[in-house]
């Protein structure tokens, strides 16, 4: 199975240790590089949740519904997450739709990364 930047993958987040951490099964977006995913076990993600919140910065960036991914979520840029791919259930891809072209795909996860890198930084 391939795992690229930017597809949607359904995962298995249980158990979680905190009741900050998500859990339960839920979508999420890869961010980790396409290359590193195919030589690691290892993948950057990116929870998703349909409980959206319009104002919250750089915590949160809206996902359209498209494909399987069938209510608008926010990606929870505060949850972050390196997982194994033994978590992954299914793997979709996020924009087959055409909503994106791939640079604009590619920019997006960077700038989401970006931001996530910065905002942790200053803490």
């Not at 290359?35 to 409980?51: A, C, F, K």
């Not at 960036?61 to 978590?87: G, P, T, W, Y």
């Not at 299914?90 to 072209?101: C, D, S, V």
């Not at 996860?109 to 890198?117: A, F, H, L």
């Amino acid at each position: 199975m391939e795992y690229k930047r930017g597809d949607i993958v359904l995962v298995n987040f249980n158990p979680w240790r905190q009741k900050e951490e998500v859990g339960k099964i839920r979508p999420a977006v890869i961010i980790s590089d396409s290359v590193y995913n195919e030589h690691s076990d290892l993948i950057v993600v990116i929870p998703l949740t349909t409980n959206l919140i319009d104002d919250a910065g750089i915590l949160r960036v809206r996902i359209k519904k498209r494909d399987r991914l069938e209510k608008e979520s926010d990606a929870m840029v505060e949850q972050v997450r390196c997982i194994s791919k033994n978590r992954v259930i299914e793997i979709q891809k996020q924009f087959e739709a055409g909503l994106l072209t791939e640079q604009e795909r590619y920019n997006k996860i960077i700038d989401v990364w970006t931001d996530t890198n910065n905002a942790l930084q200053r803490k």
